[in-house]
């Protein structure tokens, strides 16, 4: 099997000795860093992870940092989100357009002062497109990719592993705020956050040398809580109906075709705001909707149209069996004519043509 080779270009990540030493068995390449896919087998981490607790070497979630007199400015330029109402400690998911409205990214902001922002990024290079808005504006703002890296604590015993690292204190911590907790003499940003529906804790590592010993220590403390080495996991994260920049939407998507709607909430003139008018009063054209897909599908590793009546009425980029619902489980963007739940169409999958059916809702 080909193997991703790192480099400077393709990088190690300050966790990468600890998730060698656990057996990854696949990586892909996020943010120019490698990612682990699986362990044990895609199906077994799932499982896992809806039990127990895992521990995930996200670092891949670059951070853009904007930092000045014209953070706030900037970021209220970069997405349609109200950031006035964010609070000190609060963690935001801030869709970002370009000036058609078409997502650029969708990552979590974390507000660590009132001057100071991070962009916690999914897959994609939003720091070019901040700086070039910033030069072009003259903006009094910093920007640049701090030392940083999150290592998330996923999983139902998430509470009790952290709690013995970082003491009660986690218990406090709301749903997607923050609190600076101590480790080794070491300040840390940990927020109640993460890619997965089973709950746990994003942990913003400041300072690589720190990586391995928070890593050890995390692993020491679960050992009778079954503590494995995890990822982001492709099973529960359709399941859940957690979307996947660059798959299940890209640049020629709105956030209200994402389902992001309640998001775009600015009352500032912020980029695409003009463009993003229609689809705010009448809504949008099409729209991501789950589907459950019959038969014995293929790995799905482009995109596959969906089709009604010989014409394509939409697209699936995220599809996979899952053994607990026991049904091919899917991520699809739906025309509004098929989009309604018990809608049967078509896909053309690399196997062949399989029926499908729009449902009402995810199975999270």
Request: hydrophobic share 40%; with cysteine; charged share 25%.
């Amino acid at each position: 099997m080909a193997v991703i080779f790192p480099s400077r270009r393709v990088r190690k990540t300050p966790f990468s000795p600890g998730v060698e030493a656990a057996g990854v068995k696949g990586y892909t390449v996020y943010n120019h860093m490698l990612l682990a896919t699986f362990f044990e087998s895609v199906a077994a981490d799932a499982a896992h992870l809806k039990q127990n607790v895992q521990v995930w070497d996200v670092s891949c979630e670059r951070q853009v940092s904007i930092k000045g007199p014209d953070a706030l400015r900037l970021m209220k330029m970069l997405s349609p989100r109200d950031m006035d109402k964010m609070a000190d400690d609060q963690c935001y998911y801030v869709p970002t357009v370009d000036h058609n409205g078409g997502m650029l990214n969708d990552p979590v902001a974390v507000k660590l002062a009132q001057d100071h922002y991070w962009l916690s990024l999914a897959d994609g290079d939003l720091l070019q497109f901040a700086l070039g808005i910033a030069i072009a504006l003259g903006l009094d703002v910093e920007i640049d990719e701090p030392d940083v890296s999150p290592l998330a604590v996923q999983g139902p015993k998430a509470d009790d592993l952290m709690v013995r690292v970082f003491g009660e204190e986690v218990r406090d911590i709301r749903f997607f705020r923050y609190k600076r907790l101590p480790f080794q003499g070491k300040e840390m940003v940990v927020a109640r956050s993460g890619w997965s529906k089973q709950g746990g804790f994003e942990i913003y590592l400041e300072d690589g040398d720190y990586g391995m010993p928070l890593w050890k220590a995390l692993f020491d403390a679960g050992e009778d809580l079954n503590v494995r080495a995890g990822c982001p996991n492709n099973i529960e994260r359709i399941e859940s109906g957690l979307l996947s920049y660059g798959s299940d939407m890209r640049r020629d998507n709105t956030p209200y075709e994402c389902g992001l709607g309640k998001f775009c909430n600015s009352p500032e003139d912020y980029i695409g705001r003009a463009a993003l008018a229609e689809q705010a009063k009448n809504g949008p054209a099409r729209m991501i909707r789950p589907l459950v897909i019959s038969g014995e599908i293929p790995a799905c590793t482009g995109s596959w149209p969906l089709l009604a009546d010989g014409r394509q009425v939409g697209q699936v980029a995220s599809a996979c069996y899952s053994p607990q619902f026991e049904v091919n489980v899917a991520i699809g963007m739906v025309d509004r004519s098929h989009w309604e739940a018990g809608t049967v169409v078509e896909i053309e999958t690399e196997g062949g043509m399989r029926q499908a059916l729009v449902q009402e809702k995810f199975w999270r």
